[in-house]
């Protein structure tokens, strides 16, 4: 089963997943498949720094896993948020301490979601972020 994402219309989107765990990437992948949204991603906070330091990358949305190597979410949050004010950043995580979670907001993400994340959640922070109407209710295919 997937869930049909086709009535957000992100065929313009440029969506980046920054997370090391390949079944992590594989979920994001078959989530966002049927939305039309462009899917960029890196296993390491050095690689996607260094995209971002490319002032041509289009980015509409950040998915940010905490724990990730060379440079951590937090610390590329903040090198995000240096010329990207307005892009939102999901850190989606396992680290569930008070302390990351204030880390994370401080360093300009604008969620913070535990891991495991489910399809439905996904969908909701696409239309929260992304404010498009869906025409359709939120339906699942074999």
Known sequence: MSLNFSGLELTD?????????????????????????????????????????NKEAKIDLVIMDFLIPLINGIDCTRIFRKTRKNVPVLMITAYSSEQSKSDAYIAGCNEYILKPVYPENVHSLLEKYFKQEVHNSVTYRS
Request: glycine share 4%.
């Open 13 to 53: 989107k440029t969506i980046v997943i920054v997370e090391d765990d390949v079944p992590s990437i594989r979920y994001y992948e078959t989530l966002l498949q049927s939305s039309g949204a462009e899917v960029i991603k890196f296993r390491t906070g050095k690689d996607f720094v260094d995209f971002v330091n």
